[in-house]
């Protein structure tokens, strides 16, 4: 599986994004899906994931209740929407794909996108 993120840019507080993690394969829809973040000078962090069906979906706390991820099997695309954005989530996004089920820590993903930049300014 590869994977291809997008949607990063800069955005004022407050505002609002859209990260998209398109990938290839065809088996894509039998993975576990998820988004970290690494913002400078500081180490990755979970973000969000969802299961290989969309029914199941886990938040970091810092996000829960702004970003929602979601995913679209028939494009073999998941995304991100990130609203009520603050400066501390600056970073660049990363999605990634796990075959084990409900996997949240970096090590149980198996396939990792390049990563995409949030800048959220003050």
């Known amino acids: 599986v590869q994977l291809q993120a997008s949607g990063g840019g800069l955005v004022q507080a407050g505002g609002s994004l859209r990260l998209s993690c398109a990938a290839s394969g065809r088996t894509f829809s039998s993975y576990t899906t998820g988004w970290f973040r690494q913002a400078p000078g500081k180490e990755r962090e979970f973000v969000a994931r969802?299961?290989?069906?969309?029914?199941?979906?886990y938040y970091a706390d810092p996000v829960k209740g702004r970003f929602t991820i979601s995913r679209d099997n028939a494009k073999s695309t998941v995304y991100l929407q990130m609203n009520s954005l603050k400066p501390e989530d600056t970073a660049v996004y990363y999605c990634?794909?796990?075959?084990?089920?409900?996997?949240?820590?970096?090590?149980?993903?198996?396939?990792w996108g390049q990563g995409t930049l949030v800048t959220v300014s003050s």
């Open positions: 990634a794909a796990a075959w084990k089920a409900l996997a949240r820590t970096g090590d149980e993903y198996d396939y």
């Open positions: 969802i299961s290989w069906g969309g029914g199941s979906t």
